[in-house]
Every structure is written in structure tokens, then in C-alpha cells.
């Protein structure tokens, strides 16, 4: 069973911010932490924290800070007064397909919670990035950022959020588990031939 909250005082944002750099190696300011709209965790049925993210629908937004300067006034960005970024998301490896959807399906909701239109997520990973602008097609920016060599920054809407988050848990909760289920069909005839 997987419980959230989100965090409210400094020894949670202290924690969420340790623990996402465990996950990822980066470092995010606990400063922009504190200012964030929601920091949320989710815990195992055991009280232990196994994922969480970030959303921010407040200016500066952070993703905005990482695009070059030269670069900037190019760039294809949602009026920033009616956005909200999706940012230091973090998963035990552990967590399950089902564990992953539910996140998904909370994210959206806190997104919708906050009454902003536009929805901007970025990577560093292009398969992560090649997933999700499938449905949120809007690039900001792509290049390299400070920390790496390589970032996509994408937006949508309500609307393509809905599609991304049918689309991830379509994906964690149907296509997987039906093809380990055919994996393991496979090999029991194999082993059986």
C-alpha cells in the first residue's frame, strides 16, 4: 500500500532533498524548494519514503533559470504566471509498475489543484524525453543546460496531461504486465519444447 503527503516543514524539504539527490545525483536549492507549491512525498507501507516530486507554480521557475542566455528570448515559453513545473521527481528502483501509475495519477491531480493551464516538464534522459513529447509536443528548449550536456524542456496543457497520464499508466498498468506475462509464457513453452 502507498501512502503521500506533502511536505511541510524544513526537516521534510531537508529529506526530499537528499533523498532526490540519491536518486539522481543533482542537487536542488532548498530555497527553491521552499518556495515550491508542492513538495510530495509517497511512502511504503512501512513509513518509508520510496518516491517523490516537485511542483512549482510559482515564478522564477527553475527550468527557465537552466536555458542559456543567448538562447533565452528564442525560446517557445507559456505565460509564465499561468504555469506550473513538473521537476526532481524521484522512484525507488523497487517500485512497481502500479506504485509508478498512482504517481502519475496524483501528479495530475495536484497539477490540476493548482489552476494554472500550462504544464512544463524537461529532461535529461532522451528516452524519457522522447516519451513524453509524444503527447506534450510543445518544445521550449532543447541543448545543453549547466549541469548537462543535453536537456529537452517541453510544455502542454491540461488536455495533453490528460493523454500522458492515460498513456504512462495505460503503459505501467496494461502493456507491462501483459508483456511479462507473455515473457513468462514464453520461456515455460521453451522450457517445455
Not at 127 to 143: C, D, F, H, R, T
Not at 144 to 172: D, E, Q
Request: glycine residues 6%; proline residues 5%; positive net charge.
Amino acid at each position: 500500500m502507498i501512502s503521500t503527503k506533502i511536505a511541510k516543514d524544513n526537516a521534510q524539504i531537508e529529506l526530499f532533498k537528499k533523498l532526490y539527490y540519491e536518486s539522481s545525483s543533482n542537487h536542488v536549492d532548498i530555497d527553491y524548494l521552499k518556495r515550491a507549491s508542492i513538495v510530495r512525498f509517497f511512502y511504503d507501507k512501512h513509513g518509508n519514503p520510496i518516491a517523490g516530486y516537485v511542483l512549482n507554480g510559482n515564478i522564477p521557475h527553475r527550468y527557465l533559470l537552466d536555458i542559456p542566455s543567448e538562447r533565452y528570448d528564442t525560446c517557445n515559453i507559456p505565460p509564465k504566471d499561468n504555469m506550473v513545473e513538473g521537476c526532481c521527481i524521484w522512484m525507488n528502483r523497487g517500485l512497481n509498475s502500479f506504485g509508478r501509475g498512482i504517481i502519475y495519477i496524483v501528479t495530475f491531480y495536484d497539477y490540476c489543484m493548482l489552476g494554472k493551464r500550462f504544464m512544463m516538464g524537461a529532461s535529461v534522459e532522451p528516452k524519457v524525453a522522447s516519451l513524453q513529447k509524444k503527447v506534450i509536443p510543445n518544445v521550449v528548449y532543447e541543448g545543453p543546460i549547466k549541469h548537462a550536456p543535453w536537456c529537452s524542456m517541453y510544455f502542454g496543457t491540461r488536455r495533453h496531461m490528460i493523454w500522458l497520464t492515460l498513456f504512462v499508466v495505460g503503459n505501467y498498468w496494461l502493456v507491462k504486465p501483459l508483456r511479462n506475462k507473455l515473457t513468462v509464457f514464453k520461456r515455460k513453452l521453451l522450457s517445455e519444447a
